[in-house]
């Protein structure tokens, strides 16, 4: 056995499945080498020469998973929250990006999006740097140093974009995701992930050398998917060819269970069906499609379906990394959904909203967002004791206090694949 190896006594909350939640009152959840053995009511003697960490006051949940975010977008969050989808990129999104060719401004600004979301609720996170192989280089390093098990893709766009951020065309871009990929070999917790920014911004020709190069390499991928009306017509005029936004990603094969497209607001049957036959990943946004006016994604429709629905902070449409705020807004927006647009799904409720944000989007790192034997060990110590109240709670309640009430400051221990980081 290792040094991440150990037993923590508490209050434990982990999701069977996405109605179910497993709750456990003063048990022992156990870490062997990084990997969950199980929750006991009573430590079996064969873990008891372990380490034991003490925190029976404490809730203690799996780590939480952020399958979408922009990591060069942090520094100018909650701005700029009166535009739509395509005018916010041109007036802030695309300005700040093209500020990370200077290697030195990335490194500082990255680390200030490292140290928010290593000291938060995220143990793993999927994230767009940008089209500069040496910024997402630095990007990569300081998550790598985190402790954090991440993907981070460098975008790539070589059209539709302004001059000072658009690759000189498809084959450079190819050239410098190769670049880009031999040099992050290095790297143990950060893996990389083909990120053409979104059809819009990639010519047929370079859609093609990235379709080959995951072909190749066996690589995922991440995109955007149906976010905005405006942004599904410009598809529909740019890939007459396709039948829908998301067959056109299927046509340079990039819809499969190593898929991740985020947002998937305005689904059409065919995308919900190929979501669902393919087995890739929605991120849904729920903060970001109402900053930027796209709308509400039917994410109880998708969960219906058993389509692998994870949540995503997008930041900067998304003002914060709290993956519990984003779960309360889920929470809010499909009440909304099922208020005036569509009833017949019903609403998410706490255990849907907690899947998603831990074994549902954890399925895509592999066995992660769980207690149950065989899962990696992630896990945050939550200590609530600062919420004050005078009324007694049962464990639920707890929980569910912490995700509409609670910050980072409540976050007494974290791991990550049994690893301490604080």
């Known amino acids: 056995m290792t040094e991440n190896s150990f037993v923590l006594l508490g209050n434990i909350i982990y999701s069977e499945n996405k109605d179910t939640l497993k709750i456990f009152e003063n048990s022992y959840a156990v870490c062997v080498d990084g990997v969950s053995k199980g929750v006991f009511a009573v430590l079996p003697d064969e873990y008891k020469s372990l380490p034991l960490i003490d925190r029976r006051d404490c809730i203690i949940i799996p780590g939480m998973t952020d399958l979408h975010v922009h990591a060069p977008q942090y520094g100018f969050r909650s701005v700029g929250m009166d535009c739509e989808l395509l005018e916010w990129l041109e007036a802030h999104a695309f300005p700040e990006e093209s500020k990370y060719a200077d290697t030195e401004y990335a490194k500082k600004a990255y680390a200030l999006f490292v140290n928010d979301m290593r000291s938060g609720f995220t143990t793993r996170a ?36 302004p001059e000072y951020l658009c690759e000189e065309n498809a084959e450079k871009s190819a050239e410098a995701t190769l670049e880009w990929l031999e040099k992050s070999k290095k790297f143990k917790n950060t893996k990389p992930i083909i990120t053409p920014r979104f059809i819009p911004s990639c010519t047929d020709e370079l859609m093609e050398k990235l379709g080959k190069i995951i072909k190749e390499q066996g690589l995922p991928v991440q995109s955007h998917l149906s976010e905005n009306p405006s942004e599904i017509a410009w598809v529909s005029e740019l890939c007459p060819w396709s039948t829908s936004y998301g067959d056109a990603y299927r046509h340079f094969g990039m819809m499969n269970n190593k898929t991740i497209m985020a947002h998937c607001v305005h689904l059409p049957e065919e ?27 039917p994410v109880c429709r998708l969960l219906a379906e058993n389509i692998n629905v994870g949540i995503g902070s997008d930041v900067a449409g998304g003002t914060t990394l709290s993956i519990p705020k984003a779960m309360a807004l889920a929470i809010q927006c499909s009440k909304i959904y099922w208020r005036y647009i569509d009833k017949k799904y019903g609403y998410l409720n706490l255990e849907n909203a907690f899947f998603m944000a831990t074994k549902g989007g954890g399925k895509f790192f592999g066995k992660v967002g769980s207690f149950e034997d065989g899962y990696e060990f992630d896990a945050l110590v939550l200590d609530d004791k600062s919420i004050a109240t005078y009324v007694d709670f049962t464990l639920k309640e707890r929980l569910e206090r912490l995700i509409y009430l609670g910050t980072k400051h409540n976050i007494k221990n974290k791991f990550v694949n049994g690893v301490q980081l604080f």
């Open 271 to 297: 995308e919900i069906a190929m979501l669902k036959e393919n087995g890739a990943f929605v991120a849904h946004c729920p903060e970001s499609n109402m900053n930027i006016a796209s709308g509400i994604s």
């Open 126 to 161: 999927c994230m767009f740097g940008t089209m500069h192989v040496n910024g997402t280089l630095e990007l990569m390093q300081l998550l790598e140093n985190s402790g954090l098990k991440t993907m981070v893709g460098k975008v790539n766009m070589d059209r539709n974009s």
